[in-house]
Structure formats: C-alpha cells, structure tokens
C-alpha cells in the first residue's frame, strides 16, 4: 500500500487511498535527439489533468499543437481531453514532479505491466 507520506520521494509517489491525487518524482537520463525520444507517446486522457514541475533539469511538454519549454522550477498543466507528450530536450539528466490522479497513475501501471503480459493478451485500460 503507498503511504501518504515520503521523507525521500526519489524515484517513489506519494498517494493515499482516499486521496484524487498522486505525486511522484521521476527522471530521465537524457535526451535530446531529434525527433525526440518521447517518455510517454503521445496520448489523451478525457477526464484527468496532469501537472509537471521541474526540479532539475528541464521537460518539453507537447499540450495540444504547443511545445512549452519547462526549465527547473517551472510547471505546467496539461488540461483533460488535451493531447499530450513530453521528453527531455537536453542529453542532460532531468528531474521532476508528476502530478496525476490515481486513474492516470493505474494507466501507467498497466502499461508497465503490459511489458510483462502473457503473449497474446495486452495489458487493459482502467476504467
């Protein structure tokens, strides 16, 4: 069960049960190519905004048909029903906040056990 509170956040979230809210810190080793290597694809979430704020480094996140830049201390909100990527424009590390709703935080676990699928049977969207 994830705890409502972390002393050291790196690499963890942070969500309790009856919560609408889920903050993890995640990084990227470093990006920069062209065309970017995207960390999430393009996608669309119809009824969940997502938040980023940077803690080091800096985050390009597509919203719509724009490209915000986000340095280190910056943030941005990508409203729901709004297209949506990011990546890291620099070969340097980032750093950063991801503010979801545990909708979004499930999507991305089945995703990630998606990888781990029996063959033959794809991970399902939640609900």
């Known amino acids: 069960m994830d705890e409502a509170f972390s002393a050291d956040l790196a690499g ?11 903050v993890a810190q995640w990084s990227d080793p470093g990006g920069g190519g062209d065309p970017p290597r995207c960390i999430a694809p393009l996608h ?5 905004d997502e938040a980023w ?10 919203s719509g048909g724009r490209d915000i830049v986000v340095p280190a201390g910056g943030a941005v909100i990508v409203p729901r ?3 949506h990527t990011y990546w890291n424009p ?14 979004i935080r499930a999507l991305i676990d089945a995703l ?15 609900a």
């Open 12 to 22: 963890r979230l942070v969500a309790a049960p009856e919560a609408q809210v889920v």
């Open 44 to 48: 669309v979430h119809h009824a969940d």
């Open 53 to 62: 704020y940077v803690l080091a480094g800096a985050l390009v996140v597509r």
């Open 81 to 83: 029903g709004t297209p």
């Open 90 to 103: 620099s070969p340097d590390p980032t750093r950063y906040l991801l503010v979801m709703t545990p909708r």
């Open 112 to 126: 990630h056990a998606g990888c781990e699928a029996p063959p033959g049977r794809a991970a399902r969207r939640p």
